[in-house]
């Protein structure tokens, strides 16, 4: 206990003079890069798509990572919003950026049930370029309230009324589906080191008895293989990168072999059985304060005995509030006390080490946002540097993480 409590104070006071004395401090002080503390061990990365950002910010991550992921350029809706037409250039100016830096790209993602652009499923896409007609302008008619008790409509049912007409039969999906990833994956062909080629599969809930497997998008018009067929396809575009399946939660559940994780298990032995060219996982890590440790080890532990190779892909702690990794999550207070930033920095701590203790099977640990104000979880204060690019406890801990073999 008497440890805990003078390494606790040692990172408070680091915080607190970080925080009180600002940029002169951090100038005084050359900090070590997070990516030179795991040398050797594994990829430090960063998620960003690098638009509008300060020449600091962009000092923040050369310094600091090694590898990179678009946060949302390469996503199917951003780059193929229509069947004619590609969006490359936020894409392409991040992978010039990056490479002209020395950071690694990794791909992010080319199969996914959000994000996608409805053409993809419509019989008839030209649908989609027709505006829909929006009622006339009422200035004066009153919105009627909306019932709280009322049932919210499902992700299936929110991703119907988005399709315009019937849906495209199986064939005529894959055919777009497989254009989409011989465009985008061979595009990119050696200038990225892999690609999350699947992203959020499976279902939230589930007993883990089956895969649990979405039950719309392209698991609706195509089934359970596409997601087989989307690998093979990846790896015939880009026969050197590494292709990973990616989900959040996918560690729930590990240590009783129960939940989500179960049905993780499932589904990776079904696509290697089936010949799908994977050749690893990425557990997003959207992760708070009480966070299942031994969960997140075990999962580790048990992908790697499929021979996989683990990445966590997506990662960040939240200071206040609960974290799934879905939208709809509680965000907590927003005056977070002093006492929750050593909470997570102790958190950010057992996860490296647990990440150091199985540096043979993970080959990179990418945080998903460059500071606490560029970050999906901004209120959260999810990062390892603050708004101003100020190192939390988080960060030094991180850092002390490095140290222990």
């Not at 990516?35 to 310094?63: P, V």
């Not at 009153?142 to 064939?171: I, T």
């Amino acid at each position: 206990m008497y440890k805990r409590n003078f390494i606790t104070g040692i990172i408070l006071l680091l915080f607190l003079s970080v925080s009180v004395d600002g940029q002169n401090n951090t100038k005084a002080t050359k900090l070590k890069a997070l990516k030179e503390a795991y040398t050797g061990k594994f990829l430090i990365g960063t998620a960003s798509d690098l638009r509008g950002f300060s020449d600091a910010e962009l000092a923040n991550i050369k310094m600091h990572y090694n590898a990179i992921t678009p946060e949302n350029s390469m996503k199917p809706q951003s780059l193929h919003p229509s069947m004619d037409k590609y969006n490359f250039g936020i894409a392409d100016s991040l992978v010039d950026w990056s490479t002209k830096n020395g950071l690694k790209v990794w791909g992010h993602t080319l199969l996914w049930h959000a994000q996608t652009a409805p053409w993809f499923f419509q019989a008839n896409p030209e649908l989609e370029e027709t505006p829909r007609p929006r009622p006339a302008f009422q200035p004066n008619q009153p919105r009627a309230p909306r019932d709280p008790n009322a049932p919210r409509p499902s992700m299936a049912e929110m991703w119907l009324r988005s399709v315009s007409g019937p849906l495209a039969c199986r064939d005529v999906a894959l055919e777009r589906l497989k254009n989409h990833i011989m465009t985008v994956a061979g595009r990119y062909k050696g200038r990225v080191i892999g690609w999350d080629v699947a992203n959020e599969s499976i279902e939230d809930g589930g007993d883990g008895t089956t895969e649990n497997l979405r039950n719309f998008s392209w698991y609706k018009i195509v089934g359970p293989d596409v997601l087989t067929l989307a690998f093979k396809w990846a790896r015939e575009a880009d026969p050197d990168a590494e292709l990973y399946y990616n989900d959040y939660n996918i560690e729930q559940g590990a240590v009783e072999n129960k939940g989500k994780h179960a049905s993780s298990m499932l589904l990776l032995k079904r696509l290697i059985a089936e010949g799908a060219p994977i050749t690893g996982v990425g557990i997003q890590g959207h992760w708070h304060l009480d966070t299942n440790l031994e969960d997140v080890e075990k999962a580790i532990e048990n992908y790697a005995s499929l021979g996989l190779r683990v990445a966590i892909t997506e990662l960040d702690v939240t200071a206040t509030g609960n974290n799934s990794g879905a939208f709809d999550v509680n965000t907590g207070r927003r005056d977070i006390p002093a006492e929750n930033y050593i909470k997570q920095a102790e958190v950010y701590e057992k996860l490296f080490e647990i990440f150091m203790r199985h540096s043979d099977v993970i080959d990179r640990v990418t945080l998903w946002g460059v500071s606490d104000t560029r970050s999906w979880r901004r209120g959260q204060d999810a990062l390892l540097f603050d708004g101003e690019l100020q190192p939390k406890p988080a960060f030094h801990a991180v850092i002390e993480a490095g140290k222990k073999k």
